[in-house]
């Protein structure tokens, strides 16, 4: 369990938990979505426990959906750095090819 | 952990006393001066402008912002501000 502390926790090459895949990414560029229909691409600086992020360079997208789920438009912002709260994320990825 | 890393909070923490764009999960945004958070980022905000979803907009001098629906913390930020939102 993680709050016993085991010589592979204080290794940083070790992956033993799903936030170590997080830990892989840091610096890196990230895809991340989020609840309420959001998606936001940046290089990550940094998380901790909660999954509460730091990233910078940041692309946002927020998909207005209307009441047959079908995606009425598309917003997409820019911002240079922001914090995402750690219960509103869904996933945490590599960026997607396309 | 031996990484350095820029933690969550510690961003949070480096924007009292400044302005703040805070995204709620649901289509409400609020803009206003840090003055202070909590674990739970809960957070103190002044000077607020909130932004409901169909774009109307109410000033309120001070408030506490339960944190459990904010979705993104952007510092300096304001909606229509510096960072252009484009439709498609």
Same mark, same amino acid.
């Given at each position: 369990? $993680? &709050?016993?502390?085991? $010589? &592979? @926790?204080l290794d940083d090459s070790v992956v033993s938990e799903p936030l170590d895949l997080v830990r892989l990414s840091? %610096?890196?560029r990230v895809f991340v979505k989020l609840k309420g229909d959001r998606e936001i691409r940046g290089t990550l600086h940094g998380y901790d426990s909660h999954c509460n992020l730091v990233l910078s360079e940041v692309e946002e997208t927020v998909y207005v959906m209307d009441d047959d789920s079908d995606v009425l438009k598309t917003i997409k912002k820019q911002s240079e750095m922001l914090f995402v709260r750690g219960d509103a994320v869904v996933l945490i %990825?590599?960026? @997607?090819?396309? | +952990? !031996?990484?350095? #890393? =820029? =933690?969550?909070l510690e961003l949070v923490d480096k924007c009292v006393g400044s302005r703040i764009w805070v995204v709620m999960k649901t289509d409400r945004e609020f803009s206003g001066t840090l003055l202070g958070f909590d674990d739970f980022v809960n957070m103190v905000l002044s000077?607020?402008?909130?932004?409901? !979803?169909?774009?109307? #907009?109410t000033h309120l001098s001070k408030i506490l912002l339960n944190g459990n629906?904010?979705? +993104? =913390?952007?510092?300096g930020g304001e909606p229509s501000g510096e960072n252009g939102a484009t439709e498609e």
């Open positions: 369990m $993680a &709050d016993v502390t085991t $010589a &592979d @926790q840091l %610096s890196e %990825s590599p960026p @997607q090819r396309t | +952990m !031996a990484t350095s #890393q =820029l =933690l969550p000077d607020v402008t909130e932004y409901d !979803a169909l774009g109307n #907009q629906n904010i979705c +993104m =913390l952007i510092p």
